[in-house]
């Protein structure tokens, strides 16, 4: 596959979300929450990879709009992490930013595409 930001970002997330699930489930015996941050954390990555195989421009859309709304899950799944403790504020921040910066690419992305249909 070519260079693609949104795809290695979404990897990169997806890989950090697992050892987050990992150090959770292991270290602070949560399995709760963490099972939902590792499904939509990792769901987001796997949606993009279907997007790049998209048929069409509606679809590459619609797949893309599922990665969004799997990015605002993960948010609200860190949220209540660090809300309840179980990650502590540096690791909460960092993949916090990192999940924002894969939600605004993907918001981007679908402005741009949309953007580029209508015209």
């Keep these: ?15 950090r979300i697992i050892r987050m699930y990992k ?3 292991d270290e602070k015996k949560e399995f709760v929450l963490s099972k939902q941050v590792l499904r939509s954390g990792t769901s987001i990555g796997a949606n993009v990879r279907e997007a790049n195989r998209s048929q069409s421009t509606n ?20 949220e209540l992490l660090h809300e309840s403790d179980y990650i502590d504020d540096e690791a909460f921040n960092s993949i916090y930013t990192d999940t924002e910066e894969v939600l605004k690419l993907l918001v981007s992305i679908i402005k741009s595409t949309k953007s580029n249909l209508n015209s």
């Design 59 to 78: 679809e590459f859309i619609a797949k893309l709009n599922i990665s969004l709304k799997e990015a605002d899950e993960t948010l609200y799944w860190l």
């Design 23 to 25: 150090y959770l489930c």
């Design 1 to 15: 596959m070519r260079d693609n930001i949104l795809l290695d970002k979404s990897k990169a997330l997806a890989l």
